[in-house]
């Protein structure tokens, strides 16, 4: 997302965008993207200084860390961001700030559910959907 800060009115601007997070190279082996990143923005100008209020909103998926079932996690993120004016370059990317900020709320063991059981050790049963009958050691 790019942003003119000659192009911003006085009384601001708002602005609504969907971006690829290939395009954004946001997709791990563990994290997918299911469509693109809805980005909502309220963007004003204070005479050196542009502020970006942003909303993001997307939808995830993973595989529980514990049983190796798929499951969707709903990502939405409020980010504030201040940048100083540039007369010479005007053009302010959000990019890689927007890259950043996700990538910080990235769950590190993402779980389908809290108490989650996992697999067996012994014959690899997802304990979620019952016990196993292999006696494990």
């Known amino acids: 997302m790019k942003i003119d800060a000659n192009k ?3 009384e ?3 602005l609504e965008e969907d971006i690829d997070a290939l395009a954004l190279e946001l997709e791990t082996d563990i994290i997918k993207f299911q ?3 809805k980005i909502k923005a309220d963007i004003s100008k204070v005479t050196n200084a ?4 942003l909303v993001l909103c997307a939808c995830l998926r993973a595989q529980c860390s514990r049983c190796l079932s798929d499951l969707t996690l709903d990502l939405k993120k409020d980010l504030k961001l201040n940048y ?8 302010i ?5 927007i890259r950043e900020d996700i990538i910080l709320d990235y769950p590190i063991k993402p779980l389908c559910k809290d108490n989650c059981r996992g697999l067996c050790p012994k014959c690899g ?7 196993c009958s292999c006696a494990v050691t």
């Open 84 to 91: 100083p004016v540039n007369k010479l370059n005007p053009i």
């Open 8 to 10: 911003i009115p006085p």
């Open 50 to 53: 542009v502020s970006v209020s």
């Open 125 to 131: 049963k997802n304990l979620n959907e019952g016990g």
């Open 35 to 37: 469509g693109p990143i």
């Open 12 to 14: 601001g601007l708002a």
């Open 93 to 97: 990317e959000l990019d890689e700030d």
